[in-house]
């Protein structure tokens, strides 16, 4: 794919989580296995903003109607409840923050001034995130190409999601409240591989300087692509940097699939979308659809919408785009022609349905089953999608999926989501304050990957292996103390790359466990590969219980993947489970339990659920 000729455009917004305690309390920054047994309820609405307006995000969550269950935890306070005022800034985290500004070559701002950016997808108890403006105009070179940084932000991380269940969703306060730092890139990333190196240089600059958390989740990435005749796509909360390429790439094939059926819409001369309803109930009382009649069982009805020149684009097109959307009004999916018959849906009863609808050979519809007020504001929220469909590309949030791909999860927000924050006064950014931070700036990395290449005698792609993955200030300590540097670096490398992989921890590994390891291989104690090394490092297994509880959060947590079926989505929630259990469990055993556990999940729902 030529992606210059494509005019493809990515920013980055990267998220970095601190090493300190939380921005505005004094609770530790760490995730616990088991909350503080206290729980409590919140619905949460839109607020205007500072100019009167209500953003369009914020609006799109607050039609989910849903509930939001938050467990407390031993390091949250009343501060994360939103029971209590928040104290004032943590001065060593503004610190960190100025640090990595200068280190960007950006410009502080003379005083820090929160604010408040309404969230109310329930990631934080308050319905807002505070957000406080660091630094202007920063810059990072990789691979001789500069990388503007127009903004670096100093803000709190969200509460941990632990499942969703109906129209309730359970958070964690363990998280909520560790100090971010958030640095955007301007668009000037031209390749998926070019996202994934500037993700990687950033993140080494983060890294170098010895202040920011190490492991899964302490650092996401906010995707932002485009293309020529496309819009802005922002991919929210990516973290995995092995797959920023793979949604870039992907995220590209779908806009360039989205301009061909608004290409061919036009070449139909279909320039409108209607939207009457039409109530089909009475043509499937006798229907096989189990869905169809599960849902008049329970008083539902049978809705049909007519898409005149829409044949032939639903399937694997705008199907999935409209049935993400009409999951915003509780919806679990709908039924289109270009699926039909199927499900349970006979050819003569959509035969039926077309004589109905009016619908000629180019003609398209969408059915919904499910209770009469549910199933119009479903329509309600796909008319809209609909009629982006023939301008091409509408701008949106899209959330990251296992395997590389993206659904839709709201609009995207704007400056209408922001007003001041009146409970932290503002804090200025002295000369002094500056000058101290300065002096103590740490190398950047092409500087330490030149030394470590020169001092030691490894390889410059070692070196910068070591930096890349902030392993190299552990190098350098082993390899001081006990000599044989190449041997360390190759450890660190590639026998903690193969245990990376199988998805052990290893970046959490105390340093004292590291020298215990090189202490017993200088000594011959025992052979240098990696399944030796486990036991050494602390890595404990999990139990049958604890990994069922894993499989089944997952599976509770992925019902559009359950309901895709198939090869594919099998593999993206073996990728999701061993993601969480990070190698403590034979691969094997985890394929094993999942299949079961999975058949079981779908042997509960009646056949034919499934609904795109």
């Not at 109530?279 to 659809?289: A, Q, V, Y």
Request: one cysteine or more; hydrophobic letters at 40%.
């Amino acid at each position: 794919m030529d992606y210059r000729a494509l005019g493809l455009k990515v920013g980055l917004e990267i998220h970095q989580q601190l090493a300190t305690r939380k921005l505005f309390c004094e609770c530790e920054s760490v995730l616990v296995d088991e909350p503080g047994g206290i729980r409590f309820r919140r619905r949460l609405r839109p607020t205007q903003s500072e100019m009167g307006e209500i953003d369009a995000a914020a609006l799109e969550e607050a039609k989910r109607r849903l509930t939001f269950v938050y467990e407390a935890t031993p390091n949250s306070c009343l501060v994360e409840a939103d029971e209590e005022p928040p104290h004032p800034p943590n001065p060593e985290a503004l610190d960190i923050a100025l640090e990595i500004a200068l280190l960007l070559d950006a410009d502080p701002v003379n005083e820090v001034d929160f604010m408040r950016k309404i969230v109310i997808d329930g990631s934080n108890t308050a319905g807002f995130q505070r957000s406080g403006l660091v630094a202007l105009d920063g810059r990072l070179e990789v691979n001789g190409r500069r990388i503007g940084v127009p903004t670096i932000l100093l803000e709190e991380d969200a509460a941990r999601k632990l499942g969703e269940a109906g129209a309730e969703v359970v958070y964690r306060l363990d998280r909520l409240g560790i100090p971010l730092v958030e640095i955007a890139t301007t668009p000037d990333i031209e390749t998926p591989e070019e996202a994934r190196e500037v993700a990687l240089a950033f993140g080494s600059l983060l890294r170098a300087t010895r202040k920011v958390k190490r492991g899964i989740g302490t650092i996401r990435e906010d995707v932002n692509v485009s293309i020529e005749g496309g819009a802005r796509i922002e991919i929210k909360g990516v973290q995995e940097l092995r797959l920023i390429a793979t949604f870039v790439d992907k995220e590209v094939e779908r806009q360039v699939m989205l301009l061909d059926v608004a290409a061919e819409l036009k070449r139909r001369n279909a320039t409108s979308v209607p939207i009457e309803l039409r109530d089909l109930t009475s043509l499937f009382r006798e229907t096989g659809s189990k869905v169809v009649q599960t849902a008049l069982k329970k008083g539902g009805v049978v809705l049909g919408w007519a898409l005149p020149g829409f044949a032939g684009v639903l399937k694997g097109k705008l199907g999935p785009e409209l049935a993400a959307h009409a999951r915003v009004a509780g919806v679990a999916g709908i039924f289109h022609s270009d699926e039909l018959p199927g499900y349970g849906i006979t050819p003569s009863e959509l035969d039926a349905v077309r004589k109905s609808l009016g619908l000629g050979v180019s003609d398209a519809c969408v059915l919904v089953a499910e209770e009469e007020s549910k199933a119009r504001a479903a329509f309600d929220e796909m008319g809209p999608r609909a009629i982006a469909a023939l301008r091409g590309v509408p701008p949106e949030t899209r959330e990251p999926r296992p395997d590389g791909t993206t659904e839709y999860s709201r609009p995207l927000p704007g400056k209408a989501r922001m007003y001041p924050e009146t409970d932290v006064p503002p804090i200025r950014v002295t000369a002094e304050r500056l000058r101290r931070i300065r002096e103590h700036l740490p190398e950047k990395p092409d500087v330490t990957v030149a030394r470590l290449a020169r001092e030691y005698g490894i390889h410059e792609q070692q070196a910068r292996q070591l930096v890349q993955e902030g392993s190299d200030a552990a190098f350098e300590m082993i390899a001081h103390e006990f000599g044989e540097a190449k041997l360390v670096a190759s450890v660190l490398l590639y026998t903690f790359g193969e245990l990376r992989r199988e998805g052990f921890d290893v970046d959490g590994i105390p340093v004292d466990h590291l020298r215990e390891l090189f202490s017993l291989m200088k000594a011959g104690r025992f052979a240098k590969e990696a399944s030796e090394a486990i036991a050494v490092l602390g890595v404990t297994q999990l139990s049958r219980q604890d990994l069922e509880s894993i499989v089944d959060e997952v599976l509770r947590a992925s019902p559009d993947l359950i309901a895709s079926r198939g090869e594919a989505a099998e593999k993206a929630l073996m990728g999701e489970v061993m993601k969480r259990v990070r190698g403590r469990a034979d691969g094997k055993l985890v394929s094993q339990l999942l299949h079961d556990r999975l058949e079981a999940h779908l042997k509960k729902k009646p056949k034919g659920t499934k609904k795109r």
